[in-house]
Each structure stands twice: as structure tokens, then as C-alpha cells.
Nanobody
Framework: QVQLVESGGGLVQAGGSLRLSCAASGRTFSSSAMGWFRQAPGKEREFVAAINYSGRSTSYADSVKGRFTISRDNAKNTVYLQMKSLKPEDTAVYYC???????????????????WGQGTQVTVSS
């Protein structure tokens, strides 16, 4: 079983930055693709960014491209989401997700992920 714990959320002014972290338990972390998703009130969960098992391949939603950066440290079993130039429309609960061990390629569909964290709130004020 894999457990994911997000941290780093908070309240920030528009234009500011935050870095989210997702700590994963389990020895299969390094063979799994990871993703970040977000869900705003009254909206469906949407893809934000994903990274393959090695970190050499990434994918981003158009809405965050150029502002957000996903990365991972397999030695620390942690994936990060660096968020810059934040906008009020980035306000949401952000979730970390992991695919099963051996599923190492990037996917953007939430149903393709097998493990989820509890979420961390990001609020951007105007």
C-alpha cells in the first residue's frame, strides 16, 4: 500500500509563490508516475502536472504551463510542485496522486491513478 501526504499549502497573494510537497511511503515510489490535481469548489477535479518515474518527462495543464514546475526526488520519496505567479483562479485543494508500481508513464486522467493524498488547500487572494 502507498500512502501520500501533501504539505505546503496556504494563503498567498496574487503573484506570489508556494511549493507543495508530497511524501510517499512504500518502496515502489521510484517506479511510479506521479501527478498533481486540483479541485475548486463546485468544480471537477482537474489535471495540473505529472512526472514519469525518472523525472525526465513531465506534462502540464495549459493553465499552469510556464508558472508551475513538477519535480521529484526518488531518494526522498517526495514529489514537488513549485508554483509561481499564482492567480486567484489557482485557488483549490491540491491533491498528489500516484500510479501503481511499474506504471511509470505519464497520464493526465484522474482515474488512471491508484493512490491519493488527503489534499492541501491553496488560496490565492487578489
Amino acid at each position: 500500500q502507498v500512502q501520500l501526504v501533501e504539505s505546503g499549502g496556504g494563503l498567498v497573494q496574487a503573484g506570489g509563490s508556494l511549493r507543495l510537497s508530497c511524501a510517499a511511503s512504500g518502496r515502489t515510489f521510484s517506479s511510479s508516475a506521479m501527478g498533481w490535481f486540483r479541485q475548486a469548489p463546485g468544480k471537477e477535479r482537474e489535471f495540473v502536472a505529472a512526472i514519469n518515474y525518472s523525472g525526465r518527462s513531465t506534462s502540464y495543464a495549459d493553465s499552469v504551463k510556464g508558472r508551475f514546475t513538477i519535480s521529484r526526488d526518488n531518494a526522498k520519496n517526495t514529489v514537488y510542485l513549485q508554483m509561481k505567479s499564482l492567480k486567484p483562479e489557482d485557488t483549490a485543494v491540491y491533491y498528489c496522486a500516484a500510479r501503481r508500481a511499474g506504471l511509470s508513464t505519464i497520464v493526465v486522467v484522474p482515474t488512471s491513478y491508484d493512490y491519493w493524498g488527503q489534499g492541501t488547500q491553496v488560496t490565492v487572494s487578489s
